[in-house]
């Protein structure tokens, strides 16, 4: 069937490269002037611009059409390198705009045929990067009446090869998008897969799903290079585009991962052989997508141990110290062992010099690894541990967004909070340069743990953090944030969902609250937040919650509630405590006193939070 359509395409007879103004007689409604990029005498890339750019473009273009056709078995990739079309409405319908029509069968269009987006503003309101999901893409460029003197639009395309974006699995029969991907001797133990038409974006109201299998004693290994659902921050409670990974072989299982948002970098380890992933989207709006890569692997080859018969036995842990550097190292699996204990060389005693070992933690599932230390003393050069690159010191590494980020360094002798991962994966490095016989080192116990530290409440398995409280169950209690009171992973959502009798209603008071953000605690400022609602959709009574704040109150309306909790992937805090009180709706209807309501802030308390928000990252890095 791909001969068949090869021989439809007709390759034009006007092969205008590099933006050269031809009014042409494709099949286009009246009064569009088109201007054809195609693929000819192997000519794989060019630039095309706006009329007249970088000098303002005039007013009244009606239609013109930018086409770009690439071979059969290719798809067309635009990227802007600048973006300046006059914006005179919000959704770019009216003035000058640019429209994007990615999903095309044949090569031409007319005012009938659905366009996937709508450009106008500047370069910061655009994609930088647009692919077609077929071998055309085509732009509409319009400008309205008025002149706006903006300069318009340059940009490079070329062509790719669609295989580059093919899913490695099995496509299961009259299905669009469920996949199956076994591991035996005659598979690949390793590839790729991608949500439908990725690069492009996807389809609207669909379910794909992704079923990997692999042997008795091996795992599937997911790395998910680049997750573009929809932008912003959003709970991923509320979105309708989401991609959820379950540890098993069916939605049933407990969910170990949900993404929805933008997200680069997350990585995943089955606990057993088998891993589901579904991707649900019914926005309106798709974004790109996903691609992701698998890897079966052997069970025990998920040590991180360079040498995995020196595994750790459960208990004390002592690196085997050599003379050299880093010939102390140990890698620990929740395989082996779900907790212990691991200390400095030669602990209690003096640490020698010039020493590196490294601690390396890999969990499963959706294992998180906690360190909480003990006792933590090492040597200071004069007495300062403000910074730790000169002293003797302890860094916390975690993988986020694809690289390996130091999260903290330890020196001196406060015994640091405890430190958890944002994933299966955690890293500590210790480093010493000296040796005092004043000096013990570090003694830390660590633990894989599936409910992120948080002790209260019910954990619910179709979330990988959520937590219920049940008033039928306990009347009052407390609850915190993941690995309180020490520093909350990163890219982390927890729910807490109250459910108090059909008489009641819950009230919740925060002890202690430090979530990195600045109001209105939104992506734009990089905030965590934490949120409020009387439903499980977003509740416009309440602002976010971010910053450090004195005690506060917040009471439900009803019976039900629920706090969500969501971290970035940036800048920590050390969380929340609260208590939580089932109350009788009648006394609930009292005002509490300092219900705190953000709008009330003034500016003190502004600058307030953003001198701690400098100062935490001054701590930090
Ligand atoms: C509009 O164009 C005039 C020259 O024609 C120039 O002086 C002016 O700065 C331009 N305004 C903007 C907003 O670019
Ligand atoms: C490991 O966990 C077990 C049971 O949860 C507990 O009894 C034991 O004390 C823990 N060991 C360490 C070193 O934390
Ligand atoms: C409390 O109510 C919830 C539903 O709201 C129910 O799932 C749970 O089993 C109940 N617990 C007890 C102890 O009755
Ligand atoms: C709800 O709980 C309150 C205690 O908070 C209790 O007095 C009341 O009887 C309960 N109502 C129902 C309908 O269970
Ligand atoms: C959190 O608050 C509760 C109730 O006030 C308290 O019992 C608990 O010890 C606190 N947790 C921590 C780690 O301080
Ligand atoms: C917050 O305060 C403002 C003005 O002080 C008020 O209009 C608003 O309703 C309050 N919001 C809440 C959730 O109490």
């Keep these: 069937m791909h001969n068949d359509n090869a021989m439809k395409v007709p390759l034009y007879v006007l092969l205008v490269i590099e933006s050269t103004l031809i009014a042409a007689g494709v099949a286009v409604h009246p009064g569009c002037e088109c201007i054809v990029f195609s693929k000819v005498h192997g000519k794989e890339k060019g630039s095309f611009k706006s009329p007249d750019f970088p000098k303002p473009y005039a007013s009244n273009i009606d239609c013109l059409l930018y086409t770009f056709v690439g071979d059969e078995d290719e798809i067309v990739e635009l990227a802007f390198t600048d973006f300046d079309v006059h914006k005179t409405a919000d959704d770019c319908i009216s003035g000058d705009y640019l429209k994007v029509f990615m999903h095309l069968e044949g ?102 799903t992704y079923k990997f299998q692999a042997r008795y004693k091996e795992r599937v290994r997911i790395l998910f290079e680049e997750v573009a659902l929809q932008k912003g921050d959003i709970s991923c409670l509320n979105r309708a585009d989401i991609v959820r990974v379950f540890d098993g072989s069916a939605s049933a299982d407990p969910s170990i991962r949900i993404l929805c948002n933008e997200n680069s970098g997350a990585e995943i380890l089955s606990s057993g052989p088998d891993l589901f992933i579904e991707f649900i989207a019914n926005s309106d709006r798709p974004g790109r997508g996903f691609k992701g890569k698998y890897q079966f692997q052997r069970s025990d080859s998920t040590a991180v141990a360079r040498n995995p018969g020196e595994l750790p036995p459960s208990t004390e842990t002592e690196p085997n110290v050599r003379e050299t550097r880093s010939s102390c190292d140990v890698a620990i699996s929740s395989d082996s062992s779900r907790n212990g204990s691991i200390t400095s060389p030669s602990y209690p005693s003096p640490y020698p010099a010039k020493t590196t070992c490294t601690y390396e933690f ?75 016989r004043y000096s013990r080192g570090f003694k830390a116990t660590y633990a894989f743990m599936e409910n992120f530290g948080i002790r209260t409440g019910n954990q619910l398995s179709i979330y990988p953090c959520a937590f219920e409280f049940n008033s039928n169950e306990s009347k009052e209690g407390h609850f915190s944030s993941p690995n309180y009171p020490g520093y909350y992973p990163r890219d982390t959502e927890c729910h807490y969902f109250f459910n108090g009798n059909l008489s009641e209603k819950v009230r919740l008071h925060f002890d202690y609250f430090d979530v990195e953000g600045v109001l209105p605690c939104d992506a734009v400022s990089a905030s965590d937040y934490v949120e409020f609602s009387n439903y499980v959709t977003k509740d416009k009574k309440f602002s976010r919650y971010c910053g450090q704040l004195k005690e506060f109150d917040v009471e439900s309306d009803r019976q039900y509630f629920r706090v969500t909790f969501r971290s970035n992937d940036r800048l920590d805090g050390t969380g929340f405590n609260a208590t939580y009180r089932f109350v009788m709706g009648k006394e609930g209807r009292k005002k509490p006193a300092n219900v705190l309501n953000s709008s009330n802030w003034d500016r003190g308390t502004c600058l307030w939070i953003l001198l701690c928000v400098i100062s935490m990252t001054k701590i930090s890095t």
Aim: proline residues 6%; glycine residues 8%; contains cysteine.
């Design 107 to 208: 090569h031409s269009v007319n005012e009938y045929t659905p366009w996937e987006s709508v450009l106008c503003g500047g370069y910061a309101d655009i994609p930088a990067v647009i692919y077609s999901s077929g071998s055309v893409l085509v732009l509409a460029f319009h400008s309205g009446a008025r002149t706006a003197n903006a300069s318009g639009f340059l940009g490079t395309f070329r062509f790719l090869q669609k295989k580059l974006f093919r899913t490695d699995g099995w496509k299961l029969p009259s299905t669009s998008c469920d996949y199956e991907f076994y591991s035996s001797d005659h598979s690949l133990l390793q590839g790729k897969f991608y949500s439908p038409r990725f690069p492009s974006s996807y389809p609207t109201n669909i379910r794909c």
């Design 362 to 436: 890999q969990g499963r599932g959706k294992e998180r690894v906690q360190v909480a230390f003990h006792d933590f003393n090492l040597y200071v050069p004069n007495g300062n541990s403000k910074n730790c690159d000169d002293a003797d010191s302890l860094g916390v590494y975690i993988h986020i967004d694809g690289r390996i980020e130091k999260i903290d360094s330890f020196c001196g002798a406060v015994t640091p909070k405890p430190v958890m991962s944002n994933g299966p994966r955690l890293k500590l490095e210790f480093q010493s340069f000296h040796t005092s």
